[in-house]
């Protein structure tokens, strides 16, 4: 949840506290609004304890459902303003800039029509100035954005570390080209994803392939999950963001030679 929050209004040190902390109040108002309503319903004992459960549940969950939705509309835009980008980074391109200087441009340009964008780009553009790689900076702006073709960025850069990558699009996708291109040596995956998540995909694959090795990469390194699913039982992990080296490294350290990966 604390990645949603820097997607849906620019990163901020103080949004997940401001969040949770909006969570605990309106449960707080929900129980509150229940309490008034006890008087009103009938003296059954479990009418009333449904009545409080169901007000706390509902103001634990509307917060998330209204940043949920903040989420899409702010994904949308950014999907919705790409185009633009595109056509103007290859007009600066071609006009003779530099590929650094092009972003520099068109993040001042698209200040007026897409301000969403402009920001996200100048955020690029910054940690390009404080010395980070242009990839990484790149990434970085694809991890904050929540757009799923992050997973098509890593398995490039796995690619250029000189390993074969297979991309899938679900945990369900990567079960069926497994059976294509069985055997392989290490299977890359987030540990929560829609629909299948990492270590169920990881639990089918092994009791297929014992000797197939995982890497799990997160956002989350200390959630209970992780430590649970990944950490407890052994499997490598790679915390997000990271950088080519870091993930050539990391891939080096678990399998040691070159084989075929597949990513989800």
Known sequence: MSRRLPITQGWSETAAPVFYGLRIITTLAMLTLSFVMLAKMPSTPMMKVALLCSGAMAGWILPKFFLEKKVKKRQEILRLSLPDMLDMLVVSVEAGLGLDQAIQHVARELNVAHPQLSEEISLVTLEMRAGKRRSEALRHLADRTGEPEIRKLVAAMVGQCGYEAITADSGEHA???????????????????????????????????????????SGYDHTHLVQK????????????????????????????????????
């Open 175 to 217: 079960l069926k080209l497994y059976k294509h291109h069985r055997p392989v040596q290490l299977l890359i995956t987030d540990v929560v994803q829609p629909g299948m998540s990492g270590p169920m995909l990881a639990d089918k694959l092994t009791q297929i392939q014992p000797d197939l090795r995982v890497l799990y990469i």
């Open 229 to 264: 699913y990944v950490v407890e039982k052994g499997h490598a992990l790679l915390p997000k963001p990271f950088t080519l080296e870091s993930l050539r490294s990391k891939v080096e350290e678990v399998l040691g030679t070159h084989a075929n990966i597949t990513m989800k």
